[in-house]
């Protein structure tokens, strides 16, 4: 029976079935090791020429990364690892053709682009199969607060006939005779689902933005981690964002040790205050640094670079003008909304916000961004037959996993990123 070959150790002189590619082959005159890499591990496969002619010399020109499957004795030994596996059988199960577009193992800096471009060969390098265990320990993590908390899973639609925030960033879809929109985000739906009464949803799901420019944080499909919650306001999901943050990084902490050492980060600290500032608060932030921003405009790149920049942590930005927040978000009063953003240092993690549940001042928020509520009636219709309070977020869940391991282009934190030149492989 086939073993991981990071439970070789386990087995210590047994008999061990491991397999996995072949990543290096070092030959000697009378002895060739071969270097064993599958999901868990490397291992060093030793074959002494001596009574096994035949097999030594086809592997003397077996390219790297050839797929095989060895039996043989674990063995404590010099290798650094400490032990080795003495081969007593070896089969090759699929040539890999030669040369390799990209290497796997050689310490060269291949270009992004490259790597993106053989993303397969990519992903088989250690450090970067790290990062996507830790981010499914994160979306699971995520995904089982909110199971434990009785929160009901739901897919909402990704084919939709409306924008969910009026803007231009869709990408339309031909549906017979009709046009539709690839799902921008699932926040008219999971509203809707509050008026249905299943008081506390999640979805874990893929969100698209047709945004025509190329930035180190934004993909055109990423991963959005949904929550909408009934009878609640802004401070109490962001509470609950707080919690499942440090939840998230606890369990990174607890299952992951190894793949933080590969990638050479540090634990992921779980003890920010998660801090509360006002919009308003933060534009004085900003004067203070001489940035010459008023109230009411928009917080820009350059601003959040030069405030947040040297934030190393965790910190909401909160009660924001109406007039920078969508529609759905509840005023607070004449020129604020209960919108807020969760931001990590200079980068924007979360939006979310108390929702409006009054359908009049739905209708007439929808008015003042110039959108007609008539395109949007399937939405309003959920608010006018008993819709309670709500309040609600979203993560972004390649971003999240930017900031626990310090990684600054987004890309590398998605297995097959679309951006504006790429939709291949
Ligand atoms: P930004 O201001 O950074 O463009 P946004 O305000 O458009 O983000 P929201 O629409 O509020 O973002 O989406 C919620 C979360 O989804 C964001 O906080 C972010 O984590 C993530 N997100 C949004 N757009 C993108 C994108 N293009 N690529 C990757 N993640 C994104």
Redesign the pocket.
């Given at each position: 029976m086939r073993i991981l070959i990071g439970k070789v150790k386990d087995h210590m002189d047994s008999e061990v079935e491991i397999s996995g590619w072949a990543q290096n082959i070092r030959v000697m005159s009378s002895v060739l090791f071969i270097e064993l890499r599958d999901v868990s591990g490397t291992v060093q496969g030793v074959l002494l020429r001596k009574g096994n002619e035949e097999l030594f010399n086809d592997l003397k020109t077996i390219p790297r990364e050839t797929v095989m499957s060895i039996k043989g004795l674990a063995v404590k030994s010099q290798a650094k690892i400490g032990y080795e596996v003495q081969i007593n059988h070896l089969d090759i199960l699929n040539k890999a053709e030669t040369p390799l577009p990209l290497g796997v193992v050689d310490r060269i800096d291949s270009d992004i682009e490259t790597r993106l471009e053989n993303r397969f060969l990519d992903l088989r390098r250690p450090e970067i199969l790290s990062i996507f265990k830790i981010q499914s320990t994160i979306s699971n993590a995520i995904r089982n607060y909110f199971v434990q908390k009785g929160f009901i899973e739901i897919h909402s639609p990704k084919i939709v006939a409306a924008a969910t925030?009026g803007g231009t960033?869709l990408f339309p879809v031909k549906y017979f005779e009709r046009n539709a929109y690839l799902s921008?985000?699932p926040q008219l739906y999971k509203e809707i689902m509050m008026s249905a009464g299943f008081d506390k949803v999640f979805e874990v799901a893929p969100?698209f933005?047709a945004?025509e420019h190329n930035t180190p944080?934004?993909?055109?499909e990423?991963t959005?981690l949904d929550m909408e919650m009934s009878f609640v306001d802004d401070n109490d999901v962001m509470d609950v964002l707080e919690e499942v943050i440090k939840t998230a990084f606890r369990s990174v902490a607890d299952s992951n040790q190894r793949e933080l050492e590969i990638l050479g980060v540090s634990n992921p600290t779980i003890d920010y205050k998660f801090r509360r500032i006002t919009y308003s608060e933060y534009v004085k932030m900003a004067n203070e640094k001489g940035i010459d921003l008023k109230d009411g405009e928009d917080l820009s790149t350059l601003v959040l670079k030069t405030v947040g920049g040297g934030m190393n942590e965790f910190y909401f930005i909160t009660r924001w003008p109406r007039a920078l927040k969508p529609f759905y978000v509840q005023p607070h009063d004449e020129q604020y909304s209960r919108g807020f953003?969760?931001q990590f240092g200079e980068l924007?993690?979360?939006?979310g916000a108390q929702r409006v549940h009054s359908p009049e001042v739905l209708v007439n928020n929808l008015k003042a961004k110039g959108l007609n509520p008539e395109s949007f009636a399937f939405y309003v219709n959920a608010f006018r037959y008993g819709m309670p309070p709500h309040a609600g977020w979203?993560?972004?869940l390649?971003?999240?996993t930017m900031v626990l391991l310090n990684i600054s282009n987004?890309r590398e934190t998605t297995l097959f990123p679309r951006d504006r030149t790429r939709v291949t492989p």
């Open positions: 925030e960033e921008q985000s969100a933005r945004e944080r934004h993909i055109n990423f959005s953003d969760l924007e993690i979360t939006s979203a993560i972004g390649e971003r999240l987004i």
